[in-house]
């Protein structure tokens, strides 16, 4: 297989905590026509893989859920199955792990699992006791609700005993992100004495969207992403893309936003000076070209005519000696470029080089399904290239993407040979509406 790019563009935000609820293992098999049993021997080595490849992406804390107190429900044979898959899987790693400075957690009731597997987990749990670089948590017949009730019994020992008292328990004793309060109480959780508690970031594969009690008390203000596949096709390039969608996000803990882009645009006119470059494109009409192409950044940026037309240049380098030449690394230069010139004028905050990488993205995407019907890797490239520019997650832009992605369909349908020019006209204007739509529905959902 080919090696995944774990690099990450200059500028992202990083999570320092992932949670992950690895969902599907089961499912995944059965598609398959395997025995339930295969896709948790599967599941077991995506774990390590994502495990390092947190890693590698500078993330400190991962935390894992294996197994969740509601789980004793299943067969006496799964159990079994999956007790020695977790064995098999601290035996595998734990020397990796110390070699790498990662400190392991269990998460979790200790009194229900095997002997064997206590022993195993207690060994890890004190051979990595003084390693800091990394943390891994493991839950293993964890619930959120249990865990608190552990809590609340612990503190009550505490206080019967006179070493706290009920109001310390409520003591400010730091900031989650700077902004979110830690209370003293957190140092009753299981994840007590840990640099990061909180997770960031929360992913749940299969498609199921809920939290099912994970890490209630932590997670007040973590971020969720709900991947559809199943965790055996989770990778690490899914990964990075949830840590790229991740960085994109506005996080206000309550607060107000610390940016808020400039969303002064007029749909009806942005659509329409779009448009009016397309056709003017199409046409060869150089003129028209410049006028409607300056108008339109003009329009969707809030610039002056003067600034938005000394983009112009960029731009042309962009598609002439790029696009045209399919030179993709010229074009993402001269975008970034294009890009560049765009933040210094408006004060945005994204990273130019990125947005021209991902501007050139859908270029080369779109070249390729031109004739394609399904146009999905479009839509994931503009949510991509708008989230990005407007700091905004892949759920928020689904429907402006798919917009886009249909105003796309039409220009191509518009300019497809031997159509007629009532035809031809008839796309333009399909395609007008759709970004009109597209422009209207970016504008609600940035502002």
């Known amino acids: 297989m080919k090696k995944t790019d774990l690099s990450l563009p200059e500028g992202t935000k990083v999570p320092k905590h992932i949670a992950i609820i690895p969902d599907g293992n089961r499912r995944w098999a059965r598609e398959r026509g395997l025995p339930a049993l295969e896709g948790h ?25 294996g197994f969740s107190t509601e789980n004793w429900n299943r067969s006496d044979s799964e159990i079994s199955f999956l007790m020695q898959i977790f064995e098999d899987l601290i035996d595998e790693n734990l020397k990796e792990a110390k070699k790498e400075g990662v400190r392991i957690y269990h998460l979790g009731r200790k009194d229900r699992i095997t002997p064997k597997l206590r022993r195993k987990i207690e060994r890890a749990v004190e051979e990595t006791q003084d390693n800091t670089r990394h943390v891994f948590n493991f839950g293993l017949d964890y619930g959120g609700h249990d ?68 890490l209630t008390w932590q997670v007040a203000y973590a971020e969720y992403r709900w991947e559809t596949d199943h965790f ?30 400039k969303v002064n645009f007029d749909p009806k006119k942005a659509a329409q000076y779009e448009v009016g470059w397309w056709k003017a494109h199409h046409y060869r009409d150089t003129v028209k070209m410049r006028e409607n192409f300056v ?18 240049d960029c731009f042309t380098r962009a598609v002439v000696e790029g696009h045209n030449q399919r030179d993709w690394v010229v074009a993402s230069e001269e975008m970034s470029k294009f890009y560049q010139l765009i933040k210094e ?55 402006a993407a798919h917009l886009r992605a249909m105003a796309t369909f ?8 031997g159509i007629s020019s ?26």
């Not at 009532?422 to 609600?444: I, S």
Request: with cysteine; proline share 3%.
């Open 41 to 65: 021997r599967r599941g077991a080595k995506v774990v390590t893989e994502i495990v390092r490849a947190s890693r590698d992406l500078g993330i400190h804390t991962v935390t894992l859920w």
């Open 147 to 214: 865990e608190l009730l552990r809590a609340i019994g612990k503190a009550l020992g505490d206080v019967q005993r006179g070493e706290i008292t009920v109001n310390d328990l409520c003591e400010v004793v730091g900031k989650y992100s700077g902004k979110y309060p830690y209370y003293l109480f957190k140092n009753y959780l299981d994840t007590k004495g840990q640099p990061y508690p909180y997770p960031d970031l929360v992913i749940r594969t299969s498609g199921e969207q809920r939290t099912s009690g994970f």
């Open 232 to 261: 055996p096709d989770f990778s690490p390039e899914k990964l990075k893309q949830a840590i790229l969608d991740f960085s994109r996000r506005r996080r206000r803990f309550g607060g107000t936003d610390e940016m808020v882009p």
């Open 295 to 312: 108008k339109l950044v003009s329009e969707v940026y809030s610039m002056d005519l003067e600034s938005a037309s000394g983009t112009l």
């Open 345 to 399: 004028s408006t004060q945005m905050n994204f990273d130019p080089r990125a947005v021209g990488i991902l501007e050139v993205a859908w270029w080369e995407i779109h070249d390729e399904l031109e004739e394609v019907v399904d146009k999905q890797r479009l839509e994931d490239a503009f949510v991509g290239l708008y989230g990005e520019i407007y700091q905004q997650s892949a759920m928020q832009l689904q429907k």
């Open 410 to 417: 039409e220009h191509d349908l518009a300019e497809k040979e």
């Open 422 to 447: 009532a035809e031809a006209g008839k796309h333009w204007k399909e395609a007008q509406v759709y970004l009109e739509k597209f422009y209207h529905e970016l504008r609600e959902l940035v502002s």
